[in-house]
């Protein structure tokens, strides 16, 4: 039996890659693609290229991709500047930084491609979106054979990298996913989701929590938190060090939380109505009962805040104002920018998951994350790819991705009109249009201050459409609203405690009409914007009294500790 030798191995393999011929073959012009297979798919979706346009780029091409072989012929190693290939393996070696070089050539003249189309934006963008995927897939960080960080780690380890890289590969292949952090490290109601509380009230589509006091008296109006179906709520617990939630309790409020049901086969006909009937507005009305309080700040996260909106502007048309204060975090009210996610939604695409689940069925967790992962490939999927498989480096535990990668599925009645009369036909914001729950809907009738936020690098909910929630929640144009812009992104800007100060965020006292406008009047501020939202709820939390002994009432009665049964249920 031959014996495997990786340096010998790899020896062989460089001498070919540095063999001019070889070489010639590799750095192949990538104008060969450019004017076929892709100007043939552009002419088979009834698009083209400005033929002036299109030979100034390959004329700027060969001018480019001349140099770059001038450079090779003379030995002299190009430059760059990419993350992806930081490493000084890249830069070392002749054949790693000429391929980075050419790679980088070819997927700039591609994308320069995609901006020369003549199409709507709507559908540049779909092209866009669909080229960057290709040319991320094709990085040569992505493969063994072109990647010289992980030959070095082949080699170092005589092979066990590749060992551990495929094992894990196969492990993931088995789970659906790939893997971003060490799973086995967290354990839910143990080292994430730990704020002490108690469930207190449960249907089939949630369970509440009421979370026990931090201090000894707190404010007399208690917070209700709404927070995204769409994975689990303990993104805003964690752990105690950056959990929204122990924030919030140590601050005297008596939080009470919204945990949805993971949806299984029982909830295939469940609607968008179901949602906000039976969960936000049921939730409502049991934490008024509890609290004995008729009115009560509430608090809405991303699609969470959707829910807990439509559901006030629901009650407000019958009559009830329950919200002494509205509390959103990176929400879309306002479908006009729906950001990197407007390239899935059409009516096409809408009207093809109708037919598929709209009638019943369900949206997979999994193809959400697939779905989300996508808009951040290099960051979510080939980074992995390259540190799991090719080098075979187990990932380090982080509580964050632990939350990312527990998704949840979505009844696909709820989803698809979710998605038509939210993405697709934009009705919330056009006072009326919507009838939810028997109630026509008009978010101008929630009659309650709005804390609103918008994360300035987010890419899901563009902080642009978060600030428009100003103008459609401003009753009789009174302008109570207050609009905060973190730093970072999603999920980053929104979990940012005080005692990390890090990053920062900006304040605009004054009204504007443009977020443009707002942002060149603001004020930018170092550290967390928690405390500007704590000073909010302070203000329209009532007056300080002892705090609850215990959770719940006579009626509401604890039925578990928290973080409760539901949370647990893995899609």
Known sequence: MKTYDPQ????????????????????????????????????????????????????????????????????????????????????????????????LLNGRF??????????????????????????????????????????????????????????????DMQKGRISQTDESAFQIGKNVATTQGTIVFENSLFQLIQYSPLTSSVHQRPLLMVPPCINKFYILDLQPENSVVRYAVEQGHTVFLVSWANPDASMSNVTWDDYIEDGAIKAIHVVQEISKQDQINMFGFCVGGTIASTALAVLA????????????????????????????????????????????????????????????????????????????????????????????????????????NTYLENGLKQAGTLTVAGSKVDLGKINAPAFIYGSREDHIVPWEAAFSSCDLLNVKGKNRNRFILGASGH???????????????????????????????????VGSWWPEWSGFLADHGGKMVKAPSKAGNALYQSIESAPGRYVAVRA
């Not at 899935?344 to 997979?364: A, H, N, T, W, Y």
């Not at 100060?501 to 406008?517: F, I």
């Open 8 to 103: 010998a191995m790899y020896s062989e393999w460089m001498s070919q890659i540095l063999n001019q011929k070889q070489w010639q073959e590799w750095m192949k012009p990538a104008m060969a693609l450019s004017d076929a297979p892709m100007t043939k798919a552009l002419t088979d979706l009834g698009l083209e290229i400005n033929p002036e346009i299109m030979k100034k780029l390959q004329q700027e091409y060969a001018l480019e991709f001349g140099k770059l072989w001038q450079d090779f012929l003379s030995s002299k190693i190009p430059e760059f500047h990419d993350k992806r290939f930081s490493s000084p393996d890249w830069h070392n070696q002749a054949a790693h930084a000429y391929s980075v070089s050419s790679y």
């Open 110 to 171: 591609l994308m320069s491609m995609v901006e020369a189309v003549e199409a709507p934006e709507k559908v540049r963008q779909k092209i866009r979106f669909a080229v960057q995927q290709m040319v991320d897939a094709m990085s040569p960080a992505n493969f063994l054979v072109s990647n010289p960080e992980a030959q070095s780690k082949l080699i170092e380890s005589k092979g066990e990298s590749l060992v551990k890289g495929i094992s894990m590969m196969l492990a």
């Open 317 to 420: 048309d019958r009559g009830e104002h329950p919200a002494s204060s509205l509390t959103l975090l990176t929400t879309l009210l306002d479908f006009s920018d729906t950001g990197i996610l407007d390239v899935f939604i059409d009516e096409e695409q809408v009207s093809q998951r109708e037919k598929s689940i709209g009638g019943g069925g369900l949206l997979p967790g999994s193809d959400l994350a697939s779905t989300f992962s996508s808009l951040r490939a290099n960051d979510l999927v080939w980074a992995y790819v390259q540190k799991n498989y090719l080098k075979g480096e187990a990932p380090p535990p982080f509580d964050l991705l632990y939350w990312n990668a527990d998704s949840t599925n979505l009844p696909g009645p709820m989803f698809c009109w979710y998605l038509r």
């Open 491 to 525: 999920i980053a800007g929104v979990v940012n405690p005080p005692a990390k100060k890090k990053r920062s965020y900006w304040t605009n006292p004054q009204v504007a009409v443009t977020p443009q406008a707002w942002l060149e009047g603001a004020t930018e501020h």
